[in-house]
């Protein structure tokens, strides 16, 4: 019986990854050739050829810190926000930004203080945006296969944990368009995983198979510990219970142990979560139970 539902997990799902691969290689031949739509704005892409986390978002708001001097504005789809449909820009007094906006434009605006602008239809935002700010410089989080808007320069994100073999597109892999399209691209990050041997794997794929396109490694940085928005300082004898509702929580977890070892994780909720009243209360029960800080 087992047999049988993986012979028909493959006999549906790998004809419809093929599709999906020529159908994304057609759309972006004729995007390229015809319908992208040319801004005078410096428009700068930072996506991703994989689906879930390849860090996109701190990326972007790393370019924006060091490109101040150009005035740098966000536009993100604002995934789960409620304004999404509609598009507009984020207004840092909401009394509920996460909901209305998406958690990560909601981030990247109080983080950065930069206008960061949210919606579906990035065509349109981008025209708003020259309109409103004429001078200024966009950052595109994620957006690599948004084709309607041409980029000035296009970086792709990958977290390197993800397999170079793995080179199916969805829905049987995890592709959103076949590997060749990172020679559209106009550099690639290597965003660190949990296994160490990913980043020297993926730096001899895109050596050998795309020798024209530049790509770097990152490194993760712990930028401190904080108290509601005051910095504080632990030790690493102090026990600290974690959760995170992140796509690749194994980052997070590993970079907490290595900095404080006696640290214990609680739970990974999944990307995007919508945190409920219980599921606070059973954080903070199971920290107590666990005499962490």
Known sequence: MKAHRIEVFWVILLPLSFLWALATFLRRKIFDSKLAYTSPLTIICVGNIHSGGSGKTPLVRLLAEKLKTFS?????????????????????????????????????????????????????????????????????????????????????????????????????????EPLSAIAKSDGVVLTPGTKTEGVSLWKQILSHQFPQTPFFEAQLDLEGFYQGGQSITLSHSEKIASFCGIAAPGRFVDLLKSNLPLSSHLKSFPDHYNYRAQDVEWILSQGQKQKAC
Request: with cysteine; net charge positive; aromatic share 6%.
């Open 72 to 176: 740098p504005v966000i536009l993100s789809r604002g995934y789960r926000g409620k304004l999404s449909a509609v598009g507009t820009q984020v207004d840092l007094k909401s009394q509920h930004g996460a909901s209305l906006y998406g958690d990560e434009p909601w981030m990247l605006a109080q983080q950065t203080g930069k206008p960061v602008f949210v919606g579906k239809n990035r065509l349109l935002l981008i025209k708003e945006i020259e309109r409103l700010i004429p001078n200024g410089l966009v950052l595109m989080d994620d957006g690599f296969q948004r084709l309607s808007v041409k980029k000035t320069l296009s970086l792709i994100c990958i977290n390197s944990d993800k397999s170079p073999d793995d080179n199916f597109c969805l829905p049987f892999g995890e592709l959103r």
